[in-house]
């Protein structure tokens, strides 16, 4: 299966700030990409899904000036979260799906701490 | 917006035993997909069944599906302590189509 790469795995930042996040396919070339957030104890929420040269698809009630997403090649999409404020503090996830499989394969994940 | 939902939210069971997870849904499907996640991690996939599938099996893991009732259970045998995690269903709609998770089911599984 695919492999992904997520970095950072934990970030801090101080309210104001931007923070971004990066999501690399390392073998596999992904045109789509998922980034999803979730909240302790609870389910993953898909905020948008990043299309490689082409403008991301956000769901609905997620904010696209709030939450910056760049896939500028098929194997990097970054999600910045813009004058991040506690309230942003949470898990994000992204997931690429594999070629001829429906299965994701998710990175590991960043812990945001809005301070 | 969620779309499957776990039951039970949480199970404990004894090293050994089986454990199972069940997951509803609401509109129709193409896929049904089951990952788990440990704590503060990422997910993992585990196992797909399709639309057309009613069971499927992977090692310890054994999935059915029940169109008629939109509902999937997973069951994990022999249980191990490594075992012990959170677990979604997710659900997807065709090939190109996002995945929804459920609310999730935490699997203890004591030593």
């Known amino acids: 299966g695919a492999v992904v790469s997520q970095h950072p795995s934990r970030v801090i930042c101080k309210s104001g700030t931007s923070v971004k996040i990066e999501c690399r396919s390392l073998?596999?070339?992904?045109?789509?990409m998922f980034w999803y957030r979730q909240f302790p104890k609870k389910s993953l929420m898909l905020m948008a899904t990043?299309?490689?040269?082409?403008?991301?698809?956000?769901e609905q009630g997620v904010e696209k000036d709030k939450f910056l997403i760049n896939h500028a090649s098929l194997t990097l999409s970054t999600l910045t979260v813009t004058s991040a404020h506690p309230e942003d503090s949470s898990f994000y996830i992204c997931?690429?799906?594999?070629?001829?499989?429906?299965?994701?394969?998710f990175g590991s994940g960043t812990r945001l701490t809005v301070v | 917006s969620q779309q499957g939902e776990e039951d039970p939210q949480a199970l404990s069971i004894q090293e050994g035993e089986n454990a199972t997870m069940n997951c509803s849904y609401k509109?129709?499907?193409?896929?049904l997909q089951w990952y788990r996640q440990n704590s503060g991690r990422g997910l993992v996939h585990l196992i797909l069944i399709r639309s057309n599938e009613r069971e499927k099996h992977s090692g310890r893991l054994r999935v059915t599906l029940d169109t008629s009732k939109k509902s999937s259970s997973l069951l994990i045998t022999a249980s191990r302590a490594a075992d012990t995690a959170s677990y979604f269903c997710a659900t997807g709609t065709g090939a190109n189509s996002k995945l929804t998770f459920g609310k999730g089911i935490t699997l203890s599984v004591r030593p």
């Open positions: 073998d596999f070339q992904a045109t789509t």
């Open positions: 990043s299309n490689e040269g082409s403008k991301a698809t956000y």
């Open positions: 509109t129709s499907i193409n896929n």
């Open positions: 997931g690429i799906r594999g070629r001829g499989n429906y299965g994701y394969t």
